[in-house]
């Protein structure tokens, strides 16, 4: 089973850029078996979906958060990232990376304040 | 716009069998929904379950089952033990639009 870690600053400030990145172990990022999520939650609140990447770098996103953000891929350091621009304090959550074999995360929180 | 709908709880004794579901406004979900399961602990990330409605993962116990019913996606556990108290989220796949979106989550207690 592929591990996953999420890895990036834990306090942004809010109009900036939000980037993650998840390190992939265990396996490749490459395999074409699997796709490679992000996944958010609020604080005392459910889970959001917020988009997904193929290794050939193909996307989906959600579309109340697709206007804000990019996923990219980086096969060689078997990454994938995660960039949520002009963040408020709403975007304040752990951030969770997943892939569809049913590994996640540990999540990372992220703040947006000044 | 598509919601997905859980119930917000259920409580089960332990040794019994409970069933939670997973609804969509848009009407029955079939198995082009894909259902996933997730069980979440307080503090923790949330663990797969069920995939692709009724498939398990090689660490799911098998007292945890998927399946589609009236109308729904169904997760029920059997033989339901202290340690299964959490929270549990599916996930369905909305179609193109949309994509995959989570429902609200169903508390489950164990008393």
């Known amino acids: 089973q592929v591990q996953l870690q999420e890895s990036g600053p834990g306090l942004v400030k809010p109009s900036q850029t939000l980037s993650l990145t998840c390190t992939v172990s265990?396996?490749?990022?490459?395999?074409?078996?699997?796709?490679w999520s992000w996944v958010r939650q609020p604080a005392g609140k459910g889970l959001e979906w917020i988009g997904r990447?193929?290794?050939?770098?193909?996307?989906n996103y959600n579309p109340s958060l697709k206007s804000r953000v990019t996923m990219s891929v980086d096969t060689s350091n078997n990454q994938f990232s995660l960039n949520l621009s002009s963040v408020t304090a709403a975007d304040t959550a752990v951030y969770y990376c997943a892939s569809n074999a049913g590994s996640w995360g540990q999540g990372t929180l992220v703040t947006v304040s000044s | 716009q598509t919601v997905v709908t859980q119930e917000p709880s259920l409580t089960v004794s332990p040794g019994g069998t409970v069933t939670l579901t997973c609804a969509s406004t848009?009407?029955?979900?079939?198995?082009?929904?894909?259902a996933n399961w997730f069980q979440q602990k307080p503090g923790q990330a949330p663990r797969a379950l069920i995939y692709?409605?009724?498939n398990k993962h090689s660490w799911t116990p098998a007292r945890f089952s998927g399946s589609l019913l009236g109308g729904k996606a169904a997760l029920t556990l059997s033989g339901v033990q202290p340690e299964d108290e959490a929270e549990y989220y599916c996930l369905l796949y909305c179609g193109a639009a949309l994509d995959w979106v989570f429902g609200g989550g169903t508390k489950l207690t164990v008393l």
């Open positions: 990447i193929y290794p050939s770098g193909s996307t």
């Open positions: 265990g396996g490749s990022i490459s395999n074409g078996d699997y796709y």
């Open positions: 692709s409605t009724s």
């Open positions: 848009t009407g029955a979900v079939t198995s082009g929904y894909y």
